[in-house]
Structure formats: C-alpha cells, structure tokens
C-alpha cells in the first residue's frame, strides 16, 4: 500500500448533534452525500479498502431506512436522514 497512513483513518463525525445539522444547507448535504458515495465507490474497488467500504456502507443502511438522525448512526446515514 503506498499510503499507509489511510489505516488509521476515520470519519470526523462533522455531525455530532442536532444543532450541528442547521449550518448545513440542503444543496451542501446533498453535494456531502454525493461526495461520500463517489469516495466509498472507488474504496470498493481497491483490494485494500474494500473491507472498510463493505463495513461504512453495512453501518450506514443498519436502521434500514432514513426516517430520522440518530446521533449513534455515521454521518452518511444523518445527511440521508435529512
């Protein structure tokens, strides 16, 4: 792997709490959205990080729907909720 930095890397949670939700727009979630899906679509197609991808996408769809944002839910999952 010529970055081994990337094992260690994890989400920041930009979404910690409700109130972290009301500096977002909507078109800035959705472009967060589409950016997070971009980035866990070429981590799928690495051997490296094809594990990590599988296990953020598993995490995210855990509640199966995105009714409401729960604080224990990924940041994916939150911005979808909205």
């Given at each position: 792997?010529?970055?081994?930095?990337?094992?260690?890397?994890?989400e920041?949670?930009?979404?910690?709490?409700?109130?972290?939700?009301?500096?977002?727009?909507?078109?800035?979630?959705?472009?967060?959205?589409?950016?997070?899906?971009?980035?866990?679509?070429?981590?799928?197609?690495?051997?490296?990080?094809?594990?990590?991808?599988?296990?953020?996408?598993?995490?995210?769809?855990?509640?199966?729907?995105?009714?409401?944002?729960?604080?224990?839910?990924?940041?994916?999952?939150?911005?979808?909720?909205?």
């Amino acid at each position: 792997m010529l970055t081994p930095f990337l094992k260690y890397v994890s989400e920041g949670k930009v979404i910690r709490r409700h109130s972290d939700l009301e500096r977002f727009t909507f078109p800035e979630v959705t472009e967060r959205i589409y950016l997070s899906l971009l980035a866990l679509s070429v981590l799928s197609q690495q051997p490296n990080t094809r594990s990590f991808a599988h296990n953020y996408g598993t995490q995210t769809m855990s509640y199966g729907t995105f009714d409401r944002v729960r604080m224990v839910h990924n940041d994916l999952a939150n911005m979808m909720a909205i």
